[in-house]
């Protein structure tokens, strides 16, 4: 294999079932390959599923979301074709509640607030923009954050996500003077050393796809210190 085991192990599991598995993704990861032909974290999943299960073959992973190569927490793959079908209808549906959490430059101007605009993507620079009124080109974007702590320089914010535009979040706090840290792209003062930007995938909320279930996952921070000191404030 290509990938060491030290690329994925089992404490990066949220949740595993026969249908889904659950991983917590570094910042940095891809989700799955694009034109940069890196090793993708479907494929590191794939790989250990292969070694722990002794599978002979290969090992199916549908990919029905994706998270922003820099921005770490939860990613939802499946093991069948089934689940795949299902949760891709419940991410079209809007069926899955996902919450964020962001570090952000200074203090934000109000506690609480609920965002909306109109996006349209900028394909050359890979970037999204925010505009106050609707036009053909443009899609509606809603989202809602609240502050949950604050240090000397930075604020943390819990996102609650409406709608799944491009770059949404890192675009909309931005243009709400919330800029997030190490998010060069948004505005942001300095880059993290790593090329990490303080967004993490922190929870989700579904119906599980095939059992009679509901589902509520939650992935911890990276070891970055300023990540550690705001989940602690949470504790």
Same mark, same amino acid.
Request: glycine share 0%; aromatic share 4%.
């Given at each position: 294999m290509s990938r060491s085991s030290t690329d994925f192990n089992a404490h990066r599991i949220l949740y595993e079932d026969n249908h889904l598995i659950v991983v917590n993704k570094q910042a940095g990861e891809l989700v799955q390959g694009d034109k940069t032909g890196d090793d993708t974290l479907a494929d590191k999943v794939k790989d250990f599923i292969k070694a722990r299960d002794n599978k002979p073959g290969n090992v199916y992973l549908g990919i029905p979301h994706r998270i922003d190569r820099p921005v770490s927490g939860i990613v939802i793959y499946t093991k069948t074709s089934k689940g795949l079908s299902r949760m891709s209808d419940l991410f079209r549906r809007k069926d899955i509640e996902k919450t964020y959490w962001a570090v952000v430059e200074g203090s934000p101007s109000k506690p609480h607030q609920r965002l909306t605009g109109w996006m349209i993507k900028n394909e050359k620079q890979n970037k999204s923009y925010v505009h106050s009124t609707e036009a053909a080109n443009r899609k509606f974007a809603a989202l809602s954050y609240k502050l949950l702590a604050q240090s000397d320089h930075y604020s943390l914010l819990e996102v609650a996500l409406e709608t799944g535009r491009h770059h949404q979040i890192r675009a909309q706090l931005s243009d709400a003077g919330c800029i997030i840290k190490g998010d060069l792209k948004y505005g942001a003062k300095r880059s993290n050393p790593d090329g990490s930007i303080h967004l *993490?995938?922190?929870?989700?909320?579904?119906? *599980? @796809?095939?059992? #009679? !279930? !509901?589902? !509520?996952?939650? =992935? @911890?921070?990276? =070891? #970055?210190?300023?990540w550690q000191f705001f989940e602690e404030t949470q504790l």
């Open positions: *993490h995938a922190r929870r989700v909320r579904f119906q *599980h @796809p095939v059992k #009679d !279930e !509901e589902l !509520e996952i939650t =992935a @911890p921070c990276t =070891a #970055d210190n300023l």
